[in-house]
């Protein structure tokens, strides 16, 4: 069973860079055209809200709203998922959540399974 | 990023059914068949649903079935039961590689 935990600090503080990690138990990052792995966050005013993917170990794609803040990456080692968000501001207080994405028969997929997510608060 | 559309809330007593709907443009929703259905229970992390518009996982009971018409996409839970009530967001691939949820519905079983 895949399972998949984010951790990272609670609380930043306005305009530093947010730094999550996402480890996986029952399975492996090695990359494949299969699976794919992806950060969304969610608050209670949006709901869901994708923040980007990547596939193949290093190609990556995001949210319009957010790709000049945001990078996705693997490790070196392809054993940690990170996400970095630079310029935090009150409006990026939400829900942090890994995923991994599932490559469909058919070409885009989906998002399954998902971890617990990490409340990550912005406040001086 | 637009956010796909849907109902803030619905309810339904047990037994019957209800319908959630998803409304997105011809970028997204209407342009696609890579539409994905989540349900989250408080404090709990988004668990798939449905996939591919109408896809169920294995494990999700057949009373939870997806539709598409158009631009907008539907969820439709019959034979309603009280562990039904949860939040549902739906998610679409869209133009330019990105993927859009919706703003999430929230469902009481009466």
């Known amino acids: 069973q895949v399972l998949l935990q984010e951790s990272g600090p609670r609380l930043v503080q306005p305009s530093e860079t947010l730094s999550l990690t996402c480890s996986l138990s029952?399975?492996?990052?090695?990359?494949?055209?299969?699976?794919?792995w992806a950060w969304i966050r969610q608050t209670p005013d949006k709901g869901l809200e994708w923040i980007g993917n990547?596939?193949?170990?290093?190609?990556?794609t995001s949210n319009p709203s957010l790709r000049r803040r945001v990078t996705v990456s693997l490790g070196a080692s392809k054993s940690v998922l990170s996400l970095r968000l630079t310029s935090m501001m009150a409006a990026d207080t939400a829900v942090y959540f890994c995923?991994?994405?599932?490559?469909?028969?058919?070409?885009?997929?989906?998002?399954?399974?998902w971890g617990q997510g990490t409340l990550v608060t912005v406040s001086s | 990023q637009s956010i796909l559309t849907q109902p803030r809330s619905v309810s339904g007593s047990p037994g019957q059914s209800v319908t959630i709907s998803c409304t997105g443009t011809s970028s997204d929703v209407g342009a696609y068949n890579y539409i994905s259905w989540y349900q989250q229970h408080p404090g709990n992390a988004p668990k798939l649903l449905i996939y591919d518009v109408s896809q169920r996982p294995s494990g999700v009971p057949d009373r939870f079935s997806g539709a598409k018409s158009g631009n907008t996409a539907s969820l439709t839970i019959s034979g309603l039961q009280p562990e039904d009530e949860a939040e549902y967001s739906c998610c679409s691939y869209g133009d330019t590689h990105i993927y859009v949820f919706g703003s999430g519905t929230t469902l009481t079983v009466l």
């Open positions: 029952g399975g492996s990052f090695t990359p494949t055209t299969t699976y794919f």
């Open positions: 990547i596939y193949y170990g290093e190609i990556t």
């Open positions: 995923a991994r994405g599932v490559v469909g028969s058919r070409g885009p997929g989906w998002f399954d399974p």
